[in-house]
């Protein structure tokens, strides 16, 4: 095997075309954390499952700013990074914490499978929509974030009722134009917002790592965190004019 001198390494890493290969890689890896994810929800072992989604959402985070950053769709536009990072997505996000919620018993005997049917249907058709997004970069309709819905319902001990509610009214807002916010695209209170979900990334870990205890500041950053999210969505849906003015 032929080992290129540093400075050719250099020259070949800082190529357009091998840094667009490299985001495509990045994304498409999140397929793989979906592999582990998997195998660690039929393992019976929900922590690593939830790391594995944790850090599927890492990568999935990373690779559009920096494919814009590079212009990767010019460089490289035999493969469409939009739809691969939906394929990932709904494997990573939509699939396997339905196989987790069936999993780990967190709905009563017979509805985990009628409740999973549901977030997968109208999972895909929100991965369909042609407007899942608005011009100032709000989601319309819950994105379909269940790798972090239904963790922090497992890590609170959720009662089946309250799970079954959650994914009801997440579910039907697919279908809907309630806003979600971008944290990292919607740039007003983006510090906040940015911090919050970095929280709850932090606490979901954290609770995960010392399951089944439920500390207290865990408990108060896994409801404050989606509160927020919620509260700031519910704030641009009936509000709209007010904040497209102050935006």
């Given at each position: 095997?032929?080992?290129?001198p540093?400075?050719?390494?250099?020259?070949?890493?800082?190529?357009p075309?091998a840094?667009?290969w490299?985001?495509?890689?990045?994304?498409?890896?999140?397929?793989?954390?979906?592999?582990?994810?998997?195998?660690?929800?039929?393992?019976?072992?929900?922590?690593e499952?939830?790391?594995w989604l944790?850090?599927a959402m890492?990568?999935?985070?990373?690779?559009?700013?920096?494919?814009?950053?590079?212009?990767?769709?010019?460089?490289?536009?035999?493969?469409?990074?939009?739809?691969?990072?939906?394929i990932?997505?709904?494997v990573?996000?939509?699939?396997?914490?339905?196989?987790?919620?069936?999993?780990f018993?967190?709905?009563?005997?017979?509805?985990?499978?009628i409740?999973?049917?549901?977030?997968?249907?109208?999972?895909?058709l929100?991965?369909?929509?042609?407007?899942?997004?608005?011009?100032?970069?709000w989601?319309?309709?819950?994105?379909?974030e269940?790798?972090?819905?239904?963790?922090?319902?497992?890590?609170?001990?959720?009662?089946?009722?309250?799970v079954?509610v959650?994914?009801?009214?997440?579910?039907?807002?697919?279908?809907?134009?309630?806003?979600?916010?971008?944290p990292?695209?919607?740039?007003?209170?983006r510090?906040?917002?940015?911090?919050?979900?970095?929280?709850?990334?932090?606490?979901?870990?954290?609770?995960a790592?010392v399951?089944?205890?439920?500390?207290?500041?865990?408990q108060?950053?896994?409801l404050?965190?989606?509160?927020y999210?919620?509260?700031?969505?519910?704030?641009?849906?009936?509000?709209e004019?007010?904040?497209?003015?102050?935006?």
């Amino acid at each position: 095997m032929t080992v290129l001198p540093h400075s050719e390494t250099e020259t070949t890493l800082r190529h357009p075309i091998a840094k667009g290969w490299l985001v495509h890689c990045v994304t498409a890896s999140g397929a793989i954390c979906g592999m582990f994810g998997i195998i660690a929800v039929a393992d019976d072992q929900p922590r690593e499952a939830i790391l594995w989604l944790v850090v599927a959402m890492i990568l999935d985070g990373i690779d559009g700013p920096v494919a814009r950053a590079w212009s990767v769709t010019e460089h490289v536009p035999r493969i469409d990074g939009f739809a691969l990072d939906l394929i990932v997505d709904f494997v990573t996000c939509v699939v396997i914490p339905v196989i987790f919620l069936h999993r780990f018993n967190m709905l009563s005997p017979g509805m985990s499978l009628i409740v999973g049917a549901f977030i997968l249907f109208v999972g895909a058709l929100w991965m369909s929509r042609t407007d899942q997004m608005t011009d100032d970069h709000w989601f319309n309709g819950f994105p379909g974030e269940w790798n972090m819905a239904i963790p922090t319902l497992y890590l609170l001990d959720a009662s089946p009722t309250v799970v079954f509610v959650v994914c009801l009214a997440l579910g039907l807002s697919q279908l809907s134009n309630w806003k979600f916010v971008h944290p990292m695209k919607v740039r007003r209170f983006r510090p906040i917002t940015a911090t919050v979900t970095v929280l709850w990334l932090a606490a979901v870990l954290g609770v995960a790592a010392v399951s089944p205890d439920l500390p207290l500041i865990g408990q108060i950053l896994l409801l404050a965190c989606p509160a927020y999210i919620m509260a700031i969505g519910t704030w641009r849906t009936f509000d709209e004019d007010r904040w497209l003015a102050a935006a």
